[in-house]
Each structure stands twice: as structure tokens, then as C-alpha cells.
């Protein structure tokens, strides 16, 4: 189930709200448990089983972290939830990228196991292991009611593609929260700005990179492949940023406060500042699991870029299991190496524009990385974007002039300008703005989600391209 779908906003979605607002205080975490654990299983009910089993896992050894803390013991079951974890990550994600690996190498004949993946277990598997280290850090207290823990482990809004939610950020209210109109109402704006992105912008750019996509990468002019790409990366920015926006609004309807997934990434001038902006949730959370724990900056230069080539080849794999991902991680590893030795300097010698066509041109090379599978689809499309069949063709006039609009507005939209304005509009002291400013609050949104109805109801292209990681 996702949640630009009819059967997530007209059906799940309107039961669960009532039984939830209907609900006396502690008996929403168990309508919330329920209502999660129907929407996950509404797609695979057998990999509930999977995410119930991390549950009461990282539960227990939460448990027994803090029934040994002060002795050396404590350190047992932390070793067991992070080896359990990865464990089963492992085997889902990765089982048979490692027997074809070790076919191809060995010229066995191995079967593949032929797993489903199951949806969102890269992010519930992060979430529940970081609540297990930050019990045995200090840094999070151990949550004793089994309910509570489940609801931080299952809740819908953020369990399928996140954003990575750390204990610590939400434990609160797991307790105590309350519901007020204006965080409602600002959630549901949020909620239909996020379906928005999704489906008017991610959907219709995503159909732009489809039709490029099947085409002969080895005769592809250099317009089509670099127009191609320019969709992708819009695709998969307004497709991920617009799930983040829409777990925020429903976390915040439902008295949660998510932290932010992204900050306008493709404004960064440099590769640096982009993965600060981009997937928030998770490169903090590498940050905190496994660059610091490394050593991060603090024992030298050499050892700092060890730690970050390190983290990118984690990274990348986390991404999915596949050859292309691991050199996706290599490729951002070795920029940021290369802006931590001298380029990050270089780049401050120059207007503020410089850096983002660098950044903007060395994102949109990772993401021929990121999405082609094959190596040998990867060298023909990278040929083809520094022009090996030509600068320009007709397949690429017709392209550009049909989608020139929407591409437009997916630049616009990717930048800090329509909430700029609104700001400027809201802050303006005269009548007319303010008027405008409150008219366009009330109606855009409604109007957003009114398009995006009727785009859901006519359109059966309506992927999330990160649940497949």
C-alpha cells in the first residue's frame, strides 16, 4: 500500500483516522500499532512475521543491556542485535547478489534463493539497532512496555521508506502527545505538498526517463542522455523528498515530530554540502554508527579519508545489491576525498554557481551509477553524455519541447524560491500580500491534492522508487 493510492487516502486512511482520534489517551498506541501493522502486512503479510521478530529482538536485548549495565556483559546482547540485524538484512538483501557473485567467480552453478525483498527493511532494521546502541551508549532510556517499542518499530508514516527516526527523537512521544489543530492542519498541508511532488512532479519527469531509458544507449545523442538523466534526478528527488513530506504531515497530524529528510540538495556547490541536504536521516545515522565510532576527523587526515571510503562503500550497499551501487558509493567516496584534500578549497575560489554546476553535473554521472545495472548500460550511457554519437538529434528537440515545462517547474520547485516567496508574502505588511498569502495557504494545498486525485485515479504509473531498497 502506498499512500498516493485510492486505496491508502479513501479507505485506510479515513478508518484509521477515526478510530485513532476516537481512542482514549494510551489506547492510540495500540489503534497506531494495529492500523501499522495492517498497512505493512496489506502488501506482504508473511514479512510481518520478519519485522515482528526485530521487534521483540532489539526489544530484548534493550532489556538486557540495562539489566547489565555497569558490567562487561552489557556488551552481549548489544553484539547480538547488531549481529541479528545485519543478519537478516543480509539474507534478504543480499543472499543471492553473493551467490551469483561467487558463481560468476568460481564458475559454479549455485541457486539463487530467490527471496522476496522485504519493504522497508533497510530502514526498520537501522531504526531498531540504533535504539539497542543508544541504550547501551546511555544516550536513550530502555523502553519497558513491549507496545510502545512496537509502535516506534512499525508506525506506518515513516516504516516503509523512512525517514530514519531514532529512539531518542520520538520517545517522548511515544508517551505523551497531544493532538492541536494547528499541527493537524499543518500536517495536512505538508501531507499534500509531499503527494504533489509525488505524483504531479516525480510521476510525470519519471515518464520522461522511462521513454529515454529503453532507448540505444550506444547511438543516444548527447542531449538525450544529459535530458534523460536531468529527469531521473528530478524523478527521484521530488519521488523521495515527496514520501518524506508526507510521513512528516501524517507524523505530525498524529502528534509526532519527524526530523527532516531533505534541504533543497541540488542548490549545493559542493559534493560535501549535498549529502548534508540529501537523505538527512540516514547520513546522520552513519555518521553517528559508523564514522565516528571510526575515529571520524579526529586521528589525521589519512585516517579521516579511510573512514569516509569506508562509509560510502556501506553506503552505497545499504543502497541495494548490486555491483552499480558499490561503484555509486566509490564515485561520491572519491569526491568527497578529493574536496577534503584540495577541491572543497579550489571551489571557494569561485562564484557560488561554479560549485553547484560541479555538484549538479558530478550527481547527475552518479546517477547513471545508481540507476543502470549493468556495466556494460553504464559505459554506454556515460558515452554518450560526453557525446561519442553526436551533440544533438531530433529525438532529443522533440523530448526537451514536450517535457520543457514541467522540467521548468521541477528546477523551480527543487529550490528555496516558492518558500521564499511565501515567506516574503506572509511577512509583508501590506493588506494585499497577507491576503494573498492566507488565500493561496488554504487553497493551493487543497487544490494540489484535488490534481493529484485525479492524477492517481487516471495514472497506473505510481511507483516509490525507494521501496525497492
Known amino acids: 500500500m502506498v499512500f498516493s493510492s485510492v486505496l491508502f487516502l479513501f479507505r485506510f486512511l479515513p478508518i484509521f483516522m477515526i478510530c485513532y482520534f476516537l481512542a482514549p489517551g494510551r489506547m492510540k498506541n495500540f489503534i497506531l500499532f494495529l492500523g501499522s501493522l495492517f498497512f505493512y502486512a496489506w502488501g506482504e503479510p508473511i514479512y510481518v512475521v520478519l519485522m515482528l521478530f526485530s521487534t521483540v529482538v532489539d526489544y530484548v536485548n534493550g532489556r538486557l ?25 543480509g539474507f534478504f538483501k543480499y543472499a543471492d547478489f553473493l551467490i551469483q557473485t561467487v558463481n560468476t567467480l568460481a564458475g559454479t552453478a549455485l541457486p539463487l ?9 533497510s530502514f526498520y532494521t537501522f531504526q531498531t539497532m540504533s535504539y539497542t546502541i543508544d ?19 512499525a508506525m506506518f508514516p515513516q516504516l516503509i521508506a523512512g525517514p530514519i527516526v531514532k529512539y531518542r527523537e520520538v520517545e517522548e512521544r511515544l508517551h505523551n502527545r497531544h493532538m492541536d489543530v494547528v499541527a493537524i492542519s499543518h500536517g495536512l498541508k505538508r501531507f499534500c505538498m509531499g503527494m504533489a511532488k ?10 520522461l ?12 545523442s548527447m542531449m538525450t542522455a544529459w535530458l534523460g538523466m536531468l529527469a531521473f534526478a528530478f524523478q527521484i528527488y521530488f519521488d523521495f523528498s515527496g514520501y518524506s513530506d508526507m510521513a512528516i ?10 526530523p527532516e529528510n531533505f534541504n533543497y540538495p541540488y542548490i549545493s556547490a559542493s559534493i560535501t554540502e549535498f549529502w548534508r541536504r540529501w537523505h538527512i536521516s540516514l547520513g546522520s545515522w552513519f555518521r553517528e554508527y559508523v564514522y565516528i565510532p571510526l575515529g571520524g576527523n579526529r586521528k589525521g587526515l589519512p585516517r579521516q579519508l579511510f573512514n569516509i571510503l569506508i562509509v560510502w562503500m556501506l553506503t552505497g550497499i545499504w543502497h541495494g545489491a548490486g555491483w552499480n551501487f558499490l561503484l ?7 569526491l568527497l576525498v578529493l574536496e577534503k584534500m584540495f577541491l572543497g578549497r579550489v571551489l571557494s575560489w569561485f562564484p557560488r554557481v561554479v560549485g553547484i554546476l560541479y555538484t549538479c553535473a558530478a550527481v547527475l554521472i552518479g546517477w547513471v551509477l545508481f540507476e543502470l545495472a549493468t556495466l556494460g548500460d553504464i559505459l554506454s550511457y556515460l558515452r554518450a553524455m560526453v557525446g561519442t554519437s553526436g551533440f544533438l538529434d531530433a529525438n532529443a528537440f522533440y523530448l526537451g519541447r514536450e517535457y520543457l515545462v514541467l522540467l521548468v517547474i521541477g528546477a523551480v520547485a527543487s529550490t528555496p524560491i516558492p518558500k521564499k516567496l511565501a515567506i516574503r508574502l506572509e511577512r509583508s505588511k501590506t493588506g494585499l500580500c497577507m491576503a494573498i498569502f492566507r488565500l493561496g495557504e488554504k487553497i493551493i494545498p487543497a487544490a494540489l491534492l484535488l490534481l493529484c486525485i485525479a492524477g492517481i485515479v487516471d495514472d497506473s504509473y505510481n511507483p516509490f522508487l525507494y521501496f525497492r531498497f
Not at 198 to 207: E, F, H, Q, T
Not at 249 to 258: P, R, V
Not at 328 to 334: E, T, V
Request: net charge positive; hydrophobic share 50%; glycine share 12%.
Open 65 to 89: 543491556i540495562e539489566r547489565c549495565r555497569g558490567s562487561r556483559k552489557a556488551v552481549l546482547p548489544l553484539i547480538a542485535s547488531v549481529v541479528i540485524n545485519l543478519g537478516l538484512l
Open 113 to 121: 534463493l530467490e527471496l522476496g525483498l522485504p519493504i522497508g527493511i
Open 135 to 153: 541504550v547501551y551508549r546511555g544516550e536513550a532510556k530502555v523502553q519497558k512496555n513491549i507496545l510502545d517499542f512496537g509502535v516506534y518499530v
Open 198 to 207: 509525488k505524483v504531479l512532479l516525480a510521476n510525470n519527469l519519471g515518464a
Open 209 to 220: 526517463w522511462t521513454e529515454i531509458s529503453v532507448q540505444n544507449y550506444q547511438s543516444m
Open 249 to 258: 504531515g501524517l507524523g505530525e497530524i498524529l502528534g509526532f515530530h519527524f
Open 328 to 334: 555509486w558509493g566509490l564515485w561520491f567516496a572519491c
